[in-house]
């Protein structure tokens, strides 16, 4: 994986209303800074989850709610998600949430080995089209990346909505031998896990009546 990859989403939509700037100003605490990413596990030793493409933060920001204990650290480059996550984190004085308002993969060699207890990535960018495979996040280099971060029966949960990247994920786990697929029965995919919130992309999905798949991995020692 390159140190400088190239990022083909959205960085910035509509533009952004006076609340949400006015959050984004406000929420300067709450963001990562990548020179001070190793204090973070130096100087405390809660259990840290990282949500990579937390949108709008609905999944995000309900997690830290129910767990005042665990620190939460949100990656997105998307501008407005940024915005609308810090929003609901002042909202709620949210004390257990850092945001990298910016592409995972140029921080993720930073974060020590074995320190994230659990990742999820909820309705990545499904980038159907064979030419644009390669936009993917879900890739070979960018697995072994949540491995290594990951500590032992850590766990990576994955959810998409479509076919195409849902076979592309199992075709990629598959062949990894250092994860496990958890699941026993066809629940364990259809089935949304308990820790996980409803988020924007979710409710979408349902709307048309596609059915997600909710794949959990863990990492074997
Ligand atoms: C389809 S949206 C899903 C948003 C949210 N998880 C949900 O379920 O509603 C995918 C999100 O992943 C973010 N994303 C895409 N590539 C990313 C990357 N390399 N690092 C972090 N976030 C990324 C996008 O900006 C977008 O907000």
């Known amino acids: 994986m390159s140190e400088n990859p190239i990022f083909y989403g959205r960085r910035k939509g509509r533009k952004l209303s006076n609340s949400a700037a006015s959050a984004i100003r406000m929420g300067k605490k709450h963001l990562l800074q990548k020179e001070n990413l ?9 259990k840290k989850i990282v949500e990579i493409g937390f949108g709008d933060g609905e999944n ?14 949100g990656a997105d480059p998307f501008l407005n998600a940024t ?22 993969r140029k921080i993720i060699k930073l ?10 990535i909820l309705f990545p960018d499904p980038w159907p089209k064979r030419k644009h495979k390669n936009r993917r996040l879900i890739q070979i280099d960018f697995i072994n990346h949540l491995y290594n971060i990951l ?9 998409t909505d479509h076919d195409i990247l849902k076979c592309w994920i199992l075709e990629k786990f598959q062949n990894y031998s250092k994860f496990t697929w958890s ?3 066809f629940k364990d995919w259809q089935l949304k896990p308990t820790d996980c ?15 997600p798949s909710w794949f959990i ?5």
Do not use: M
Request: glycine share 2%; hydrophobic share 40%; proline share 5%.
């Open 60 to 73: 995000l920001v309900q997690s830290a709610i129910k767990n005042p204990n665990f620190l939460y650290i």
């Open 217 to 221: 991995f863990v990492k074997i020692n």
């Open 38 to 46: 190793l204090n973070i596990f130096f100087e405390n030793d809660k």
């Open 197 to 211: 919130f409803t988020t924007k992309y979710e409710l979408k999905s349902l709307c048309h009546n596609r059915n």
């Open 183 to 185: 699941a026993q029965s």
């Open 111 to 120: 974060f020590p080995f074995d320190s994230i207890s659990e990742i999820k």
């Open 83 to 104: 915005a609308k996550c810090l929003q609901k984190i002042i909202k709620y004085n949210l004390k257990n949430i850092l945001i990298w308002p910016d592409d995972i």
């Open 151 to 159: 500590k032992p029966k850590g766990t990576l949960t994955i959810s």
